[in-house]
């Protein structure tokens, strides 16, 4: 990333009266300035990564203009970010990689910038419409898919407003980054439908497939699942939700659900007996999900 920064950094100098350098955590110099006096230090975060800054200033005005490189920096790179990812700048070759790309889209005023950086190290950030992209250190896809849960679940339970991630992928080379960006994109389309989780989209199939049907086709079908399982209660509809995200796998699901295979079984029967669908079978396992689905759409 000190390629990039240098260049920002370059660009900044010729606005900026005050003499200063950068510093990486090894002492190196990143941009230097020849300082006559003794200069103060600080530290500064920098397109996700801390360095030191090095000017000819006393403590308070060495902070107010840390402050100012940190914002007038940040932005630059996320501006820049931005274009390479929509395909209208030039690549920034000296990303991180491998990493993951995510996309996340909060309800309100929540900002999710500095509840990321508080969590990883080395992320970074760029802005398109309500949406935040951030890349973060990720080796693979499960690695990534286990970070997004994870971070779904923290933002869920500290932050009061609904959120949306959506997963790009890996990339092993920067030159990736762009294609991963506009997956997560096509996934955020789906956001008036399903307002919350988390969202991959080459495994959307079923959902790119209910989207495209008429809404009277899909009043039509939930009209009738609802009228066949209005009386199941929230118990019976966790059990049909991990039986399905079991692959109907029992034995699996009942070790999901912490109770003994003949109780999933009497569960099973009993759900069966209420509604005329018996989800071992997959045909009534096939109609149950596309209901689960178009639920999540009409939340």
Same mark, same amino acid.
């Given at each position: @990333?000190? =390629?990039?920064?240098?260049?920002?950094?370059?660009?900044? =100098?010729?606005?900026?009266?005050?003499?200063?350098?950068?510093?990486?955590?090894?002492?190196?110099?990143?941009?230097?300035?020849?300082?006559?006096?003794?200069?103060?230090?600080?530290?500064?975060?920098?397109?996700?990564?801390?360095?030191? #800054?090095?000017?000819?200033?006393?403590?308070?005005?060495?902070?107010?203009?840390?402050?100012?490189?940190?914002?007038?920096?940040?932005?630059?790179?996320?501006?820049?970010?931005?274009? %390479?990812? $929509?395909?209208?700048? $030039? /690549?920034?070759?000296?990303?991180?990689?491998?990493?993951? #790309?995510?996309?996340?889209?909060?309800?309100?005023?929540?900002?999710?910038?500095?509840? /990321?950086?508080?969590?990883?190290?080395?992320?970074?950030?760029?802005?398109?419409?309500?949406?935040?992209?951030?890349?973060?250190?990720?080796?693979?896809? $499960?690695?990534?898919?286990?970070?997004?849960?994870?971070?779904?679940?923290?933002?869920?339970?500290?932050?009061?407003?609904?959120?949306?991630?959506? !997963?790009?992928? /890996?990339? *092993?080379?920067?030159?990736?980054?762009?294609?991963?960006?506009?997956?997560?994109?096509?996934?955020?389309?789906?956001?008036?439908?399903?307002?919350?989780?988390?969202?991959?989209?080459?495994?959307?199939?079923?959902?790119?497939? #209910?989207?495209?049907?008429?809404?009277?086709?899909? *009043?039509?079908?939930?009209?009738?699942?609802?009228?066949?399982?209005?009386?199941?209660?929230?118990?019976?509809?966790?059990? /049909?939700?991990?039986?399905?995200?079991?692959?109907?796998?029992?034995? @699996?699901?009942? *070790?999901?659900?912490?109770?003994?295979?003949?109780?999933?079984?009497?569960?099973?029967?009993? !759900?069966?007996?209420?509604?005329?669908?018996?989800?071992?079978?997959?045909?009534?396992?096939?109609? @149950?999900?596309?209901?689960?689905?178009?639920?999540? %759409?009409?939340?």
């Amino acid at each position: @990333m000190q =390629k990039a920064i240098a260049e920002i950094l370059l660009e900044l =100098k010729k606005r900026l009266k005050t003499p200063f350098a950068i510093l990486d955590k090894k002492g190196r110099c990143v941009l230097q300035e020849k300082l006559v006096e003794k200069p103060a230090r600080c530290t500064v975060k920098l397109c996700g990564s801390e360095y030191v #800054l090095v000017a000819e200033l006393a403590r308070e005005q060495l902070v107010d203009f840390s402050l100012l490189l940190e914002e007038l920096v940040n932005r630059r790179f996320s501006e820049k970010l931005m274009a %390479f990812l $929509d395909g209208k700048g $030039d /690549i920034i070759e000296d990303l991180p990689c491998p990493c993951g #790309l995510i996309l996340i889209k909060s309800s309100g005023s929540f900002e999710p910038e500095p509840f /990321i950086e508080s969590l990883f190290d080395e992320a970074l950030l760029a802005k398109t419409g309500e949406a935040f992209i951030f890349i973060i250190p990720a080796a693979d896809l $499960d690695e990534l898919k286990e970070t997004s849960r994870a971070l779904y679940q923290t933002l869920a339970e500290e932050v009061s407003s609904k959120t949306l991630i959506c !997963i790009g992928g /890996i990339a *092993r080379v920067p030159q990736e980054l762009p294609a991963l960006y506009r997956d997560a994109v096509k996934a955020l389309k789906f956001a008036p439908f399903i307002k919350t989780g988390v969202l991959y989209y080459p495994e959307m199939a079923l959902e790119r497939l #209910l989207a495209s049907l008429p809404d009277e086709s899909r *009043r039509e079908f939930m009209m009738e699942m609802r009228r066949k399982i209005q009386f199941l209660d929230e118990e019976a509809i966790k059990t /049909i939700r991990t039986v399905i995200d079991c692959n109907l796998n029992l034995a @699996m699901a009942a *070790r999901k659900l912490y109770i003994h295979r003949n109780t999933l079984m009497y569960r099973l029967d009993k !759900i069966s007996s209420q509604t005329g669908l018996d989800i071992r079978k997959f045909k009534d396992a096939v109609k @149950m999900e596309i209901f689960l689905a178009l639920n999540e %759409f009409q939340q």
